[in-house]
Structures are given as structure tokens and as C-alpha cells.
């Protein structure tokens, strides 16, 4: 498989032949282009348009390095050389021998067609049905939002780091955009590649769940073999400054007594005097509720660790604001009847 290299020169004397080696300027640089040829597995393969001799002998020494890596394997050096033929023919560039060395050593197909991160997303997506509803909803809002208009057409093996860097240098951009807007009262620029409805500065923090979400997705790709290694493993986020506003006992007791009469009243006081999470006071049911003995369980089923089991001692206003709640809701049940 030594292949040869050619020049050829596009013009044509007044017969409509081509000049070939005639030509007066066959010798003026950058007149003439240069093609190899080779043969693959009993197949000729032609290609042409280097600007240069030392591009078209790169370009053939690229193709030979590739077909070496079969060794005396026949079925792969045909596999190759499809990929190869196939390649030149729709002008595309040809994998690196580093590439397709390495998904060899991983027992991958190097001549696999790519699939696209738009697609691996969607696969990905349909086999988180074991997972929450939350969960799920989750993944797909920041997929949907984020990585598939963004990185949809890079096909998967070719994914890099700098990829998830560019959507990030994208989401600070837009985050001016929506600051500036919020402050001259103006609408936020339309993105083609922003599909939010409503737009919210993407704090640092969602930014790194973002990362996560597709970092996960691109380890089930490596369990699934598509991926050698995952190009997002160890991507380091900078820390936000952050310095939590917290309020002084003196504005809790004015929120919460500003608040007791508000439908929610009851829950703002819950979280803020006796320390539940959101998740954990939106998900109480009266069942958890002692309003005799003072006392709240938080069941483990609501909880995201086991120490997160626990029961919470009332006071006595939070046992007056709860018998409150409860008598509005009886009343509000009463007055919508049948319905």
C-alpha cells in the first residue's frame, strides 16, 4: 500500500485539452494542486485539492498510519478502510490515529457511525424512567434548556471540555444581558439559543448542577462503550464570593408576626422558628402532626439521609398557629361542599 502523488494543473489550451506539464504556469506557486492515490482493500481511493506536495504526502502517510493499526487483522483493515473511503468521498476529515487507536484498546468499533450529543442525550433521557418524576423533570429541563441547543450537532466522541466552557462564557454573557435588562426596565434580547420563557440570572451554583447533569450522562456513554473516557472528569468550576444575608431575630419576629394571618403564615413560621426545609415542611401531612404532645415527625420518606428522620418539639404559638390553619382549611372545605 505505497500510494503516489500527482499534480495537476486546470488549464486548457485552445483545444479544450488540458496543458498538463505545457502549462507557463505550472511553476508559479499556488498554481497547481496535488492529489494522492492508494488502494484499500482492492479499492482505489483518489483525493485531491492539497495546495501542496508535503500536504497531499501528510495526507497519505495519515492514511497509511490508520490501515497499519489492523496489523493482520483483515476484517478490520476492511472496516477501516470503509471508514476511510467513506470519509474522502463526502470530503470529511478522517479520525486520528491517537482516536482510533484508542477505542480499539477500549474494544470499541472505530468505524461506528458518530452519534451526535443531541442524540446520546435523548437515549440517555429515556433510560431515566427508574428515576423521581423530579428527578427526571430535572434533567430534562437543564437537556432541553441548555445542552441540547448548544451542543446537540457535536458529535459525542468529538466532545471536549472546551464545549461545556463556551456554554458557560454563553450563560455569563446572557446573565448581563438579563441584569442590564432588570435595571432599564427593558426585554431581555432574544437568543436563538435561549429557549426560556423567563429569564433569570444562572448563578454559579446552577451552573455547576448543569455540568453535573451532562457529566453524568456522558458517564452512562462510557458505560455503554460510545465514550473512551469522559471528557468533563475532574472540570473545576470557580467559587462564587458568597456571603449569606441572614436575618437578625429582630426581623424574624417581625416577619413572622407580619405573616400570621397570611394563608402561609403558619409555614413561614415553621421554617423560620424550628428549622425545616422546604421539602420537608411542603411535604407534612397532619398525620405527622401531634398538636397534643407539641411535637412534629419528619418521616425519613421526606428526608434526604437517615439522620434526617427526626421529630421536632412545638412551642406553644406554634401549636395555636397550626390549630388555627387547620380550622381555616376545615372552613374552606366546608364552603366549597361538593366540590
Sequence with gaps: ??????????????????????CPDRTRRGHLTWTFAVRLDGR??????????????????????????????????????????????????????????????????????????????TEWLATKRAASVGTRDRYAQVVDTYWRPHLGDVPLDRLR??????????????????????????????????????????DVNTQRMLVTVLSIALNAAVDQQLLTRNPLARFKLPHEDYSPRTWSPEQVVRFVGATADHRLGVLYRIVLLRGLRRGEVLG???????????????PRLRTKTRAGARTVTLGPSDVDALRTHRRRLAAERLAAGAA
Design 44 to 121: 482505489q481511493l483518489k483525493r485531491g485539492g492539497f495546495a501542496t506536495r508535503a500536504l497531499a504526502t501528510e495526507a497519505l502517510e495519515h492514511v497509511r498510519a490508520l490501515v497499519a493499526l489492523a496489523s493482520d487483522d483483515p476484517y478490520l483493515r476492511a472496516r477501516i478502510a470503509d471508514l476511510v473511503i467513506e470519509r474522502s468521498r463526502r470530503r470529511g476529515a478522517l479520525p486520528t490515529v491517537d482516536e482510533v487507536r484508542r477505542r480499539l484498546g477500549a474494544g470499541l468499533d472505530p468505524t461506528a457511525p458518530a452519534t451526535t450529543t443531541r442524540e446520546w442525550l
Design 161 to 202: 471540555r472546551r464545549h461545556a466552557t463556551d456554554v458557560l462564557d454563553w450563560i455569563e454573557r446572557r446573565n448581563a444581558q438579563v441584569r442590564e435588562a432588570r435595571r432599564t426596565g427593558t426585554p431581555v434580547p432574544h437568543d436563538p439559543l435561549d429557549p426560556r420563557r423567563v429569564h433569570r440570572v444562572v
Design 284 to 298: 407534612l401531612r397532619w398525620s405527622d402532626v401531634d398538636l397534643d404532645a407539641g411535637a412534629l415527625r419528619i
Design 1 to 22: 500500500m505505497r500510494g503516489s502523488i500527482h499534480h495537476f494543473c486546470p488549464c486548457r489550451g485552445p483545444d479544450g485539452r488540458l496543458l498538463r506539464d505545457a
